[in-house]
Every structure is written in C-alpha cells, then in structure tokens.
C-alpha cells in the first residue's frame, strides 16, 4: 500500500448563510460581493482559494474526500461557488439545503456519500386578511369587525407552490361549518374567496372563522365580526341590535322642509343621492354610515343622534354638478356597532362614460 492511502478520510464542509457575519445580525441586505475577500487573506479571490486548497489536497498523504454544504444560503452566489468549487476539488459533491428538515436530511446523505437530491425552494405565503372586496388583486376594506356586510372577501398571497396545488377555502360561524371552496393555485400570486349573500339584511351576525389550506399546509387562518354573535347578545342587558319598528330609510332626489323629495329605488341621471333615516325611542349614540357602490365600499362617516325620535340625512355625491356613475348605490348604518338599517338603490346614467 501506498503512503499515499495509508488514512482515508472524509471532509464536510457546512457554509451557512449568516457566515461570514456574527449571530443575530442582519443579513437580508448584505452585499454578498464582499465574500471575496472574506473567503482567505486580504485580496485573495474566491478562486485563489479553491486553487490553494487543490494544491494542498494534492500534496496530502491522505485519501480524502470532500463534500460541501450550502444552508439556506442565495443560489449563484460567491459562497455557493466557493463551495461547489471545494466540492469539485474534494471529489465529492455539493448539498443544497433550506430549511432545517432539509438540513438533517442533507447532512445524513452527505456523510454516506448518496449522491444529491434536487431541492425546491419553500413555499412562502403571505399574511392571510379580510375585507369587503378585492380589486386588481388588492383587498379593499381590510377589517377585523363589520358592522354588516352582504359579502366578505379573504386574500392571501404565495410564492413557490406546486402547480395546479389545489387551494380549500373554509368558513366557519360560531364554530361551526358555513362554506367551503376550492380553486387550484400555484407559482407565486395571490388567492381570494367570497362568502356572499342575497339576503336584505346580510350575512348572519356572529363570530367567523376562514382557514385556506393548499396541498396539506395552511396558508393561514383568519377571524373576524359581523353585528353581534349570538352569544354576545343574549349575554347583553341592552336591547337586541337591529331594525325597529317605526324605523324606516328611504332614498330620494331632494330634500324640501326636512322631508324626502323624489323618493324612489332607481334613479337616472342624477347628480347626489340622498337617504332619509327616520327612527323612534332609539338611545343616543354614534352611527356609522357606510356607502357602498357594487358592493365596494367608497365613502364612510360617523354623525351622532340624540336619544329618542328624529331624523338623519346622509348624502353621496363625487364632484359638484357631475352625474353618478351607473351602479347599486347601498347605504349601511349602525349604531354603537351593532347593525341599524340598511337599503339600496339602482343608478343609470344616459352618459355612455358613466
């Protein structure tokens, strides 16, 4: 036997991607550029060393091989090739990992010499949020509490996922099953579902849960309010929420001596809409009043009435003297957070731009 193989020996090289920085700083911004000079002595290149290391494999007695691991550090960058290239010296190969379960598993296959396995990067899934709507790929009205609503939308947004992974939406109220979804998903973008309801008075108050799973993960779970669980009211000394009698909201053209003119559901060609909210015996307290136009929400304002009988004008209009645009024009009220009274108009418009 030759001196040469007297030993042999196997070398593993581990780069993380926080070397060559100390624990705890932050690297998101680090110009990896620098690794040239960080990889050996002052000046020497990324190939410098990997030709020093050869030279010094060359000259060793000992049968060695070498393999390199790179953990979750950026693809094609100067570490990565300085690992690859003391990989290819070594005779051995190059690991990639990027997560710690990938890491285990890489580390075991580079120890029995197995040759790799091509990885794939994670799956990475935005923030999971609530709203009344979604435009060009936007939430629009994000909240945590809706006084009332007809629809509530979920987004959320990914990167990374499998094609054609197929994405289940599942709504719970209370506790318990309310809808499920599904659609299919993958790359990177972003999802969104819709729980909506023709009803007049909207979706059902109470407590909702939303949950989106995609290929046996979750992308994130959601839980928001509409008016008042039922719990919640049956637990309250007030009185319940809702419409009361001799209560009433009207849309109209005009107003003339504090009482609605032109009132009606569907208006056409028309410059402001106005609505007339008329309640009896109510307490005193904010209202919130919420414009709706297509379902999206557009404009929101906060008066307060007195305790007892009146009257509540609220008006909508964009630039004095121009028409509406064509729509379904809904105005939601409620007060003291609770659900009031809501309606809803029709608006067309003679002018093609709307």
């Known amino acids: 036997m030759s001196p040469k193989l007297r030993n042999s020996v196997m070398v593993l090289v581990l780069l993380t991607a926080a070397w060559p920085l100390v624990a705890d700083e932050d690297w998101s911004n680090y110009d990896w550029s620098k ?29 060695m091989t070498m393999s390199a691991v790179g953990f979750d550090i950026p693809a094609g960058s100067t570490a990565e090739t300085y690992l690859q290239g003391v990989a290819q010296v ?18 075991d296959s580079a120890a029995l010499g197995r040759p790799p396995q091509p990885t794939t990067a994670r799956p990475v899934i935005g923030q999971l949020a609530v709203g009344r709507g979604v435009q060009d790929g936007t939430l629009q009205g994000a909240a945590d509490h809706f006084p ?23 709504w719970l109220r209370d506790g318990q099953p309310y809808m499920t979804s599904e659609r299919v998903i993958g790359g990177t973008g972003w999802v969104a579902f819709a729980v909506k309801t023709e009803a007049e008075r909207g979706l059902a108050a109470g407590t909702y849960t939303v ?11 959601k839980q928001f309010t509409i008016g008042q669980s039922a719990s919640t009211t049956n637990a309250s000394a007030g009185p319940a929420p809702g419409r009361r ?9 005009a107003v003339e001596k504090h009482k609605p003119v032109g009132v009606a559901t569907r208006f056409h060609d028309i410059t402001q809409l106005l609505a007339c909210y008329s309640f009896k015996q109510r307490p005193a307290g904010e209202v919130e009043a919420v414009w709706h136009i297509n379902g999206t929400p557009v404009s929101r304002t906060n008066p307060s009435i007195k305790a007892g009988d009146g009257t509540v004008w609220f008006g909508y209009r964009v630039t004095q003297g121009r028409k509406l645009r064509p729509g379904k024009y809904r105005l939601e009220l409620s007060i003291k957070g609770q659900p009031a009274i809501s309606g809803e108009a029709t608006v067309t418009s003679s002018d093609s731009a709307g």
Not at 155 to 164: G, T, V
Request: hydrophobic share 35%; with cysteine; charged share 20%.
């Open 35 to 63: 690794e040239r000079q960080d990889l050996g002595l002052p000046g020497e290149t990324t190939q410098d060393a990997i030709d020093q290391l050869q030279r010094a494999v060359a000259a060793t007695k000992t049968q």
């Open 90 to 107: 070594g005779g051995g190969n190059y690991y990639r990992a990027e997560a710690g379960g990938q890491l285990s598993e890489v580390m």
């Open 148 to 170: 009332s609503a007809a629809q509530v939308w979920v987004h959320a947004k990914f990167a990374n996922i499998p094609k054609d992974t197929r994405a289940e939406c599942v």
């Open 211 to 221: 949950r989106i799973n995609a290929g046996g993960q979750s992308l994130g779970e």
């Open 245 to 253: 009698p001799g209560e009433s909201l009207v849309f109209c053209r």
